[in-house]
């Protein structure tokens, strides 16, 4: 086994982790979900060996782009080709209407389309949520391809970069593309959770039937690519019995469970020189907001970019009186004149301006660092759901991904500028378009600034 490669980096990754930093991976961004669900529709369609699938969140009128159909169509494709075609469903009483609960209306469904991909369904812990979103072709063999992130299959979710001139709701969002040693360590997630489905042996927790358990990966992937990338996860204590390591490896520490992107994202903001720029679905974690006045007191530049409108959820939760603490210091990130909280708003096609909700969970740090995956910023989410990230280290990549976000956020392209700059320009832009929209008159671009102190309000 070859050691870890030197990260040169001043971001530190993690060592709490299942999973080692690998060298020689290919990642490529995906902004927004036609282009994300586009490409992977592409993946599938080339699969020669498999495909296999977590979903979280799923709606039947979701509807993949470029005329695929759903979700169910694009598997029974594949497996009508001969692909081994594998998905793991989340199962819950907390969320209908929103997953594939695998009830008997929803089997039979299935038995009258003929579908024949294996599914196993998966409870979480209490009431968290299975909810990474992964896709993985061809595991184990050549070509194998990973795609983490957060994009659920819902029909919002499909939204073009730029989000304007459409009717309905949509979100912004991104997914990670990648190839390589580290898309082993997804495919050995793949296969811990497939053996150890909390329903594998319940006759309705399996579609057709249980199927065979999977072996875990031996090898890891070649080399594809130049990135430094480890995957990482929130796990929780005793999830899973199996601590069989993957190649190059260590087995899960399953009695203290994993929480090695709460660990990352916190050594990541500690260690920021210049800027970090932040796209979440929530801002839900006190350790996070401390560590992140801590970094603007340092003179660290943070754009923080969320829903202008949470969801109900959220601002019950921040009414509640048990709250208050976390909403002086939420309020008190207002304080730092190099701090920015946004939302984002676009015209759509009846000419009113809407807000877009953002739904990704993606941070970047000094040019230098990415995370991408299924994690917000949230208690829950850190210690509680079932998450999967990358860690990126590649400032190309990096620097290109902060440009390409910014340009649809501010019609502007930021890739010649330095980060501290392009955030500075961006809080400028923000805070204009505030004023803008409260005059009624039109922004330039889609960002603008919000308050922190009326978050959830």
């Given at each position: 086994?070859?050691?870890?490669?030197?990260?040169?980096?001043?971001?530190?990754?993690?060592?709490?982790?299942?999973?080692?930093?690998?060298?020689?991976?290919?990642?490529?961004?995906?902004?927004?979900?036609?282009?994300?669900?586009?490409?992977?529709?592409?993946?599938?369609?080339?699969?020669?060996?498999?495909?296999?699938?977590?979903?979280?969140?799923?709606?039947?009128?979701?509807?993949?782009?470029?005329?695929?159909?759903?979700?169910?169509?694009?598997?029974?494709?594949?497996?009508?080709?001969?692909?081994?075609?594998?998905?793991?469903?989340?199962?819950?009483?907390?969320?209908?209407?929103?997953?594939?609960?695998?009830?008997?209306?929803?089997?039979?469904?299935?038995?009258?389309?003929?579908?024949?991909?294996?599914?196993?369904?998966?409870?979480?812990?209490?009431?968290?949520?299975?909810?990474?979103?992964?896709?993985?072709?061809?595991?184990?063999?050549?070509?194998?391809?990973?795609?983490?992130?957060?994009?659920?299959?819902?029909?919002?979710?499909?939204?073009?970069?730029?989000?304007?001139?459409?009717?309905?709701?949509?979100?912004?969002?991104?997914?990670?593309?990648?190839?390589?040693?580290?898309?082993?360590?997804?495919?050995?997630?793949?296969?811990?959770?497939?053996?150890?489905?909390?329903?594998?042996?319940?006759?309705?927790?399996?579609?057709?039937?249980?199927?065979?358990?999977?072996p875990f990966p031996a090898v890891a992937s070649p080399v594809a690519g130049v990135s430094i990338v480890q995957m990482q996860r929130t796990v929780r204590a005793g999830h899973y019995s199996d601590e069989t390591?993957?190649?190059?490896?260590?087995?899960?520490?399953?009695?203290?469970?994993?929480?090695?992107?709460?660990?990352?994202?916190?050594?990541?903001?500690?260690?920021?020189?210049?800027?970090?720029?932040?796209?979440?679905?929530?801002?839900?974690?006190?350790?996070?907001?401390?560590?992140?006045?801590?970094?603007?007191?340092?003179?660290?530049?943070?754009?923080?970019?969320?829903?202008?409108?949470?969801?109900?959820?959220?601002?019950?939760?921040?009414?509640?009186?048990?709250?208050?603490?976390?909403?002086?210091?939420?309020?008190?990130?207002?304080?730092?004149?190099?701090?920015?909280?946004?939302?984002?708003?676009?015209?759509?096609?009846?000419?009113?301006?809407?807000?877009?909700?953002?739904?990704?969970?993606?941070?970047?740090?000094?040019?230098?660092?990415?995370?991408?995956?299924?994690?917000?910023?949230?208690?829950?989410?850190?210690?509680?759901?079932?998450?999967?990230?990358?860690?990126?280290?590649?400032?190309?990549?990096?620097?290109?991904?902060?440009?390409?976000?910014?340009?649809?956020?501010?019609?502007?392209?930021?890739?010649?500028?330095?980060?501290?700059?392009?955030?500075?320009?961006?809080?400028?832009?923000?805070?204009?378009?505030?004023?803008?929209?409260?005059?009624?008159?039109?922004?330039?671009?889609?960002?603008?600034?919000?308050?922190?102190?009326?978050?959830?309000?």
């Open positions: 086994m070859s050691a870890e490669p030197a990260l040169r980096s001043h971001i530190p990754a993690v060592t709490s982790g299942s999973y080692p930093v690998r060298s020689g991976n290919f990642v490529r961004a995906l902004v927004d979900g036609e282009a994300a669900f586009g490409r992977i529709c592409e993946a599938v369609e080339a699969a020669k060996k498999s495909v296999w699938v977590t979903i979280a969140f799923h709606k039947p009128d979701f509807a993949m782009p470029g005329g695929r159909g759903g979700l169910f169509d694009v598997l029974d494709k594949a497996r009508a080709r001969g692909v081994d075609v594998r998905v793991i469903f989340w199962r819950t009483e907390t969320a209908p209407g929103e997953h594939f609960f695998g009830s008997d209306e929803e089997r039979t469904w299935l038995a009258a389309r003929g579908s024949k991909f294996l599914a196993r369904w998966d409870r979480a812990q209490k009431n968290y949520c299975q909810h990474q979103k992964s896709w993985l072709v061809d595991a184990g063999h050549p070509g194998e391809t990973a795609f983490v992130g957060g994009i659920n299959l819902m029909p919002s979710s499909v939204s073009a970069a730029g989000h304007a001139n459409r009717d309905g709701n949509h979100t912004h969002d991104v997914y990670l593309e990648l190839r390589g040693p580290s898309a082993t360590d997804v495919h050995h997630n793949f296969v811990q959770r497939w053996n150890e489905a909390s329903e594998r042996h319940r006759e309705d927790g399996v579609w057709p039937s249980a199927g065979d358990n999977l390591p993957t190649p190059g490896g260590k087995s899960l520490p399953i009695a203290q469970g994993e929480f090695s992107v709460f660990d990352q994202y916190v050594k990541a903001i500690d260690a920021a020189r210049s800027a970090i720029y932040i796209e979440d679905q929530y801002i839900l974690s006190p350790d996070i907001v401390e560590r992140l006045h801590a970094a603007l007191k340092r003179g660290v530049d943070v754009v923080f970019l969320c829903p202008a409108e949470p969801e109900e959820q959220v601002r019950e939760g921040m009414m509640r009186d048990s709250a208050a603490p976390f909403r002086a210091r939420l309020a008190a990130l207002a304080d730092h004149p190099n701090f920015l909280l946004a939302g984002i708003a676009a015209p759509q096609s009846d000419g009113k301006l809407k807000t877009i909700y953002v739904h990704d969970k993606i941070m970047l740090v000094d040019d230098a660092f990415a995370t991408i995956g299924s994690c917000n910023i949230a208690s829950r989410s850190f210690f509680g759901d079932t998450e999967l990230n990358a860690a990126v280290w590649d400032e190309d990549f990096v620097r290109a991904l902060r440009a390409e976000l910014l340009q649809e956020h501010l019609g502007i392209d930021t890739s010649r500028m330095e980060d501290r700059d392009a955030l500075a320009l961006y809080r400028e832009a923000a805070r204009a378009n505030a004023q803008a929209r409260h005059r009624g008159e039109a922004m330039n671009g889609l960002a603008f600034a919000l308050d922190p102190a009326l978050y959830g309000s």
